[in-house]
């Protein structure tokens, strides 16, 4: 029914997961490589209601604000020193600077972002409340979804120029 | 613990709610009027899991790109004409234009928006499935929280000019 | 598992129903129409924990004691004015009259009434915190249910005689 | 929060009841008595979503249609024969004969009833999901509130007259 | 999905269970019989959130030290007298002596136990929140698993030799 | 209610820990360290349900046979290499040899472990869809108990004699 089947037999490998170990590239436009490892690369986490995902940053890479929209992260630094923060439902931006073997909190559907303003890269485990708590990142979604979300909204809800949003969308899209 | 008090005696009067019967003024930035009707607003809603709100759109009125981070929605057109969307984790945009009487469902946690294309007013009343189902509008999310997100993480999400981001924080914070 | 599928594709019309947009005869028994909006009709609620309902009452139209098992109702009045109310666990009686505009909460599984005692038509619009809450319309569940409910339960419940249990049966079968 | 304390300190009698041990007298109009064994006698039941109650009929005793708004029921007959049944929101009776030693489940939230039909008495033990599941008697709850709920809406509802609807409530309420 | 499927039709056996009447043989090393009533032998059960088991002890039978990983336990005694306890993650052990009619709660999770330490048999039933609450008889889990838990790790936990360890597994594979 | 406070004022470091970035010593009976991250140190978890906890290892170092009531437990591995396990309620040993990078889950409530068969030293990074998981470490919980748990429920669950059982309290309260 939720579209992930219970396995009759399964094997300790059903509950195991290599793919988080190594670094992957980050020279892309964010400077980010996102590693997902969620129930579907480990069926076994069917009903368990956890998962894991690694983030890389290249040195001034960005994990752009987004939502999770069905779960709490909880991010633990591998290497590196990140900026991070969250924003309130009272609007109210909670951020600070954490470095290797830190931990800190992002509450369930509320927008958050990591960003790696050092000169070095980092990386970071985050651990979830769900075997698959999805990700909305704002940017993308409002100006890359397809189809595309209409001008108008966008250019109200930013107060911009139809321009500068097709600008935006031409970036996001690319 | 919750910070809403279990009442050791009640009346009828804290299972009801008269805020939600006339339309609220629409003449502001966005032509938009919210009227929240949750746990804050009505005391017996306390461990309930329900909530209300009312939205008034003038003419061209957005309701703009937000999410519940604790509830699913979904909003019955009481007159006027909307255009209405959510956008999915796979990042397709699922729209429609809804009119008086009918209803629209917007999945928890997801990016959605209602926009009133039409010249005449248009109003519409939201259940939700928590008692207190919170709302980040994503734009002031982003750009009018306090304090501010750096410019570095605005701009390199959206793709535009520390200026840029400067422009739509001062029209968004004014 | 739930009798409900997950759909592989979907659209805009799976989250919408316009079903409830008008009101429907109320020339019966209870003076009464009530028209369903959950995961039956509306297939994107699968999974969402949210539905609706219109109900339409003649002049005199009764909603008579009734449960939701499976979920909380709050109600907005479309037009015209109701007297409504709950009993609470502790036999208490609820209840107050409200008119267009205003909302009510009817707390998951107590039993609850709506009356129009006005000369005029009255509408609602319930919603619930459940895609398929269920309802049990007491006197019929206990008189109408197939196989019948035996006189003996009835009788000794009520502290009326058989042939006054036999009489509301052959009137609420009807 | 909930009304029950989080004791600093406890011990095994906080877990403990001895008050299911013996049956209570059932010389009363319905033929019954009812022993609760929940929060309010365990308080270590708190957050631990179990409690239980006995139940002892007279020769044809009855527990009359019922709801507990917050859980199941499993039954367990002590000694004795119960014609028990619960009504489904298809309006289904289900219902069966149980003798001493059988176990009967009642769905959460749906009317039910047991009746000793022999002529000894019976007694069973009830367990539920939730440390306090509630009940509501249907007969009592409709006929013998406080304030009570209005003869038009009882007559309406069973197609009664309001005679017969307060001869039913003074009866029930004496 | 769950690996329990939802019936098209059903009948009132599908909620009723008999097997609990009777007493079954504790001529083994233990002393122990234990008769469970869930999912599996009782199909409505699904969805619903609890199930029963019998449990009868011989003089000096043991319900061994175990965990229901999956649901609160709450025990009723049908006859004879049990020594009960759970141990807190505190590591404080809570127990007390219960006899026939008498009551007690083992919270969801933790490692609990009940011996008949008097000259007559006892029997008691438990009901549990869960419709398949899942045990792990301690000293079986660890010492006759299969493939069997490797000797370094069970004499290091403990402190024990390997010969020792060796030992226990013979006799509980046994 | 739940003993935690919701702050009326907070600020990043409730959401954040530093506690384990560094190892702990391991030279002790286990060869193990554990450092928890769950809402006693961190007090933003509250209502979040996700905590941490980092394992240190010595050479040969055992996180000993545990289960955690409260939630399941997904585990990243920081170096070195571990063998773990756990156990099914049908009693089937799942495990495996996992090492730097490797994850793998311990499903809610069920018995497992993990232990450092290298030279070199281990360590790991646990996350917890609970905010407060509990642990019982299964040998301590029986052998070590306060008061403790008697000689005649330990002798019989595991087979071994009133002399063995006190050679292994003595040990494990040591």
């Known amino acids: 029914m939720n579209g992930f089947a ?12 290599a793919g988080l170990a190594m670094p992957k590239p980050t020279n892309n436009m964010l400077g980010l490589a996102m590693t997902p490892a969620n129930v579907m690369q ?14 890389d940053f290249g040195s001034g890479g960005l994990n752009p604000p987004h939502t999770h929209p069905r779960g709490t992260k909880i991010l633990f630094v591998l290497y590196g020193e990140l900026d991070v923060g969250f924003i309130t439902t009272a ?19 509320l ?7 050092g000169k070095k890269p980092a990386a970071a485990i985050a651990a979830f409340n769900s075997q698959n708590p999805g990700v909305q990142a704002i940017a993308a979604t409002l100006f890359a979804a397809m189809p595309p979300v209409s001008d108008g909204v966008l250019s109200k809800a930013f107060q911009i120029s139809n321009q500068e949003v097709d600008a935006i969308k031409s970036k996001l899209a690319g």
Do not use: E, Y
């Open 111 to 117: 927008v958050h972002f990591q960003i790696n303003n």
């Open 6 to 17: 219970c396995k009759a037999s399964f094997s300790a490998s059903d509950f195991f997961f």
């Open 42 to 55: 480990i069926p076994g986490l069917n009903t368990l209601g956890v998962s894991m995902a690694r983030v």
């Open 91 to 109: 609007n109210l931006l909670v951020s600070m600077t954490i470095k290797q073997g830190d931990i800190f909190t992002f509450p369930k559907g």
